[in-house]
T-cell receptor
Framework: DAKTTQPTSMDCAEGRAANLPCNHS???????VYWYRQIHSQGPQYIIH???NNETNEMASLIITEDRKSSTLILPHATLRDTAVYYC??????????FGTGTSLTVIP | DTGVSQDPRHKITKRGQNVTFRCDPI?????LYWYRQTLGQGPEFLTY????????KSRLLSDRFSAERPKGSFSTLEIQRTEQGDSAMYLC???????????FGPGTRLTVT
């Protein structure tokens, strides 16, 4: 059973907001949701994480639903450099993190 | 550059040979992780160290795989008697407890012929 479910791929126009959804209906009450991205041929890069409240940093915003069963990563002004695979991650147990297959985001000029 | 480094970046080996990869984490990070990533898939957890202690191992880590972190700094991942199914990108990441924010290296791409 998948720990997280994400759309396989999405497109976004350059300069527009990219909204990437993730379902994590089995997440435990005290577990964080993490988002990473992976640009082709590079290691994954940390973006943001959150528990219950919405979070924002210089890269993105994270919106977590009140029931915590889903979240949305928002890139406010997508650029071509944001083209990557985006992973929504939950901790399975201990320090084992489940990445899933991610969403391939293509930013279109 | 003070990020996570991995060596080698690429390794081609014949089936049945042993290979060893090295990971140097960010210097003050006490947690170190190994992942494997195959084409089109996300990284899969292999094992985790806190300082020199290997605290968790995935069921993916067969008896042919062994990882060490002898002094709580760099780590090695050895694969014995490689098989074609071992062909993958092997990623290392580190973090500073109690944070789970992991910083990844560029990976070692293994090709078993």
């Amino acid at each position: 059973d998948a720990k997280t479910t994400q759309p396989t791929s999405m497109d976004c126009a350059e300069g527009r907001a990219a909204n990437l959804p993730c379902n994590h209906s089995t997440i435990s009450g005290n577990e964080y949701v993490y988002w990473y991205r992976q640009i082709h041929s590079q290691g994954p890069q940390y973006i943001i994480h959150g528990l219950k409240n919405n979070e924002t940093n210089e890269m993105a915003s994270l919106i977590i639903t009140e029931d915590r069963k889903s979240s949305t990563l928002i890139l406010p002004h997508a650029t071509l450099r944001d083209t990557a695979v985006y992973y929504c991650i939950v901790r399975v147990t201990g320090n084992q993190f489940y990445f899933g297959t991610g969403t391939s985001l293509t930013v279109i000029p | 550059d003070t990020g996570v480094s991995q060596d080698p970046r690429h390794k081609i080996t014949k089936r049945g040979q042993n290979v060893t990869f090295r990971c140097d984490p960010i210097s003050e990070h006490n947690r170190l992780y190994w992942y494997r990533q195959t084409l089109g898939q996300g990284p899969e957890f292999l094992t985790y160290f806190q300082n020199e202690a290997q605290l968790e191992k995935s069921r993916l880590l067969s008896d042919r795989f062994s990882a060490e972190r002898p002094k709580g700094s760099f780590s090695t991942l050895e694969i014995q008697r490689t098989e074609q199914g071992d062909s993958a990108m092997y990623l290392c990441a580190s973090s500073l407890a109690p944070s789970h924010e992991q910083y990844f290296g560029p990976g070692t791409r293994l090709t078993v012929t």
